[in-house]
């Protein structure tokens, strides 16, 4: 657990694998300092507006949504891993790279459409994809895909809340945007960053 | 709660699925993925910890109404980009960004400004990108993945002008 390298799983048994491109992931960084120092205000505030039982049923009531929530983020984190593992770096560098054109950004948005589950899994695949060799815009539409027109969310929570209607009629509209989302991102970082991507060819 | 049933199921069955595949390449290739993904899940816990336990309290100081009334009765461009504002700045989960897209609907708010909250807030609520996106994917992939995102609630909004009402 004290361990933050993220590069040496498992380093003599796995020598039918291919190498694993490092997940580079801080434990502590300033995004998780900022929402520290936000969380602590916020809870301030509320204790001096509703007194230590506001603060309490907040507590409580996120507690138990932390204990649900749990096993799916656990799932999720297999489910990243193990598809990071059994998919075969090449083919998904290929069909899911920089020079992998609209096909790839096709492929990413299917993907985040038929992904199950919430954030817990949507962004650790979206990971995975990234460490196997998926560019930014194909993983960009499959992520805005996944939110934009995956069942997941729009099933459990729009549907019920919105109604069919509204909720169908916005997937509609929704429908090219995970293609253009990407397109755009591949364009834009094709242009930032012109070095990494060749890098990335190169391989 | 049968939909959420439903979605544990597709989860658990998606990981057996993969991981049934892994295995058959060879156990010390799921034994790695294993170890791999447990690890992701221990060093990821504490950061959704802080998040979800958290959220509750910055949900509850951002006053509802607030947002709402951005939304307002229809107004145009302006109304569309105050309704992303508002979508990007909602705090909480899905039924808070879901129940003030109803009630904007239902007290007048214009439909493209609607669909430009729901969109916006699906794709950079601020609660969800610091909660979940930023703990599980490079930050720098997260900034430029919402960036590049920000035009897309207008190109919403414009074609909900362009069909028209659900």
């Known amino acids: 657990m004290s361990d933050p390298s993220p590069k040496d799983p498992a380093p003599a048994e796995d020598a039918e694998s291919e190498p694993r491109p490092g997940r580079v992931r801080k434990p502590i960084g300033w995004s998780t300092i900022i929402i520290a120092a936000l969380v602590a205000v916020s809870a301030a505030l509320v204790w001096r507006r509703d007194g230590t039982d506001g603060v309490l049923d907040i507590l409580t009531h996120d507690l138990s949504l932390f204990g649900g929530i749990l096993p799916r983020v656990l799932a999720g984190c297999l489910l990243g891993a193990f598809i990071s593992e059994i998919l075969p770096h090449e083919k998904v560098s290929r069909s899911l790279g920089p020079q992998s054109g609209l096909k790839g950004l096709l492929i990413g948005t299917a993907f985040g459409a038929i992904l199950p589950g919430g954030p817990f899994t949507a962004y650790p695949v979206a990971s995975a994809l990234l460490a196997v ?16 027109i995956g069942y997941g969310r729009a099933v459990a929570w729009e549907i019920p809340i919105m109604g069919t209607d509204f909720t169908l009629w916005r997937i509609v509209i929704s429908l090219p945007l995970p293609v253009l989302a990407g397109g755009l991102g591949r364009f834009v970082y094709v242009r930032l960053y012109p070095k990494r991507d060749s890098d990335e060819e190169a391989n | 709660m049968s939909a959420a049933l439903l979605i544990d199921i597709l989860l658990w069955g998606s990981v057996f699925g993969v991981g049934l595949i892994a295995f058959r390449r060879g156990p010390p290739v799921f034994k790695a993925s294993l170890r791999e993904g447990s690890m992701d899940f221990i060093n990821t816990v504490p950061r959704i910890a802080l998040g979800v336990i958290g959220s509750g309290y910055i949900a509850a100081i951002i006053p509802q109404e607030v947002i709402t009334g951005w939304l307002g009765p229809d107004s145009g461009w302006l109304g569309v980009a105050t309704a992303v504002v508002a979508g990007a700045a909602t705090p909480g989960g899905p039924v808070i960004g879901f129940s003030i897209g109803t009630v904007a609907l239902k007290s007048g708010g214009g439909v493209p400004q609607v669909v430009a909250y729901v969109v916006a807030w699906a794709l950079f609520a601020f609660q969800r990108v610091i909660l979940w996106e930023i703990p599980f994917m490079p930050a720098r992939f997260v900034w430029f993945r919402c960036a590049v995102s ?7 909004a414009a074609i909900a002008m362009v069909i028209g009402k659900p």
């Open chain 2, 150 to 156: 920000v035009p897309f609630p207008f190109v919403a």
């Open chain 1, 133 to 148: 060799g998926a560019d930014f815009g194909a993983t960009i539409a499959m992520v805005v895909s996944w939110t934009l």
